[in-house]
T-cell receptor, first 113, second 114 residues
Framework: GAVVSQHPSRVICKSGTSVKIECRSL??????MFWYRQFPKQSLMLMAT?????????EQGVEKDKFLINHASLTLSTLTVTSAHPEDSSFYIC?????????FGQGTRLTVV | QKEVEQNSGPLSVPEGAIASLNCTYS??????FFWYRQYSGKSPELIMF????GDKEDGRFTAQLNKASQYVSLLIRDSQPSDSATYLC??????????????FGKGTKLSVIP
């Protein structure tokens, strides 16, 4: 299957700083990527849909100014958590589509202290 | 509000038994249904997908879909301790081109006891 690489896998940052997470499709071009957040013992919640060359579409309740998404190329989407706070600590996962199937990145465990 | 419901478990089965995981969905227009396995601290990995009513088998896994009852299930035969994980049911609302958003259930935690 297709490979989606997400980096970093784990990050600890201080409250008030910004963190960038990268999501790359390694062997295919992804016009659309998805960003999810998962809190402990909860399901994946879609945060936003990232479209190459255009603005991301955010789900209701997700602050677009706090979670900046850039999809500058067909193989790379980035999520920047700006001015992170402890409540932003979560598992962030990206996903990309190829031929009707969704493939997930390895996920990023963000801890804000 | 489109919803996908799963029993959170935990579901415990002895090694070698059949594990049965169930999922119901609220959007009658849903077209595609997926089962993902997620180990603790890891991202989900696709096990199976099913589009048509009936059964679909892949190795030890069988997905069953009943659109009239808005019900999809996953059977795992000859369960192994390595099958212990959380199983996520995901539903795609339509099959046309464009967005490929999935709605996930909260997952069922499966424990296979050696």
């Amino acid at each position: 299957g297709a490979v989606v690489s997400q980096h970093p896998s784990r990050v600890i940052c201080k409250s008030g700083t910004s963190v960038k997470i990268e999501c790359r499709s390694l062997d295919f071009q992804a016009t659309t990527m998805f960003w999810y957040r998962q809190f402990p013992k909860q399901s994946l919640m879609l945060m936003a849909t990232s479209n190459e060359g255009s603005k991301a579409t955010y789900e209701q309740g997700v602050e677009k100014d706090k979670f900046l998404i850039n999809h500058a190329s067909l193989t790379l989407s980035t999520l920047t958590v700006t001015s992170a706070h402890p409540e932003d600590s979560s598992f962030y996962i990206c996903s990309a589509r190829e031929w009707g199937e969704a493939f997930f990145g390895q996920g990023t465990r963000l801890t804000v202290v | 509000q489109k919803e996908v419901e799963q029993n959170s478990g935990p579901l415990s089965v002895p090694e070698g038994a059949i594990a049965s995981l169930n999922c119901t969905y609220s959007d009658r227009g849903s077209q595609s249904f997926f089962w993902y396995r997620q180990y603790s601290g890891k991202s989900p990995e696709l096990i199976m997908f099913i589009y048509s009513n009936g059964d679909k088998e892949d190795g030890r896994f069988t997905a069953q879909l009943n659109k009239a009852s808005q019900y999809v299930s996953l059977l795992i035969r000859d369960s192994q301790p390595s099958d212990s994980a959380t199983y996520l049911c995901a539903v795609r609302p339509f099959s046309g081109a464009g967005s490929y958003q999935l709605t996930f259930g909260k997952g069922t935690k499966l424990s296979v006891i050696p």
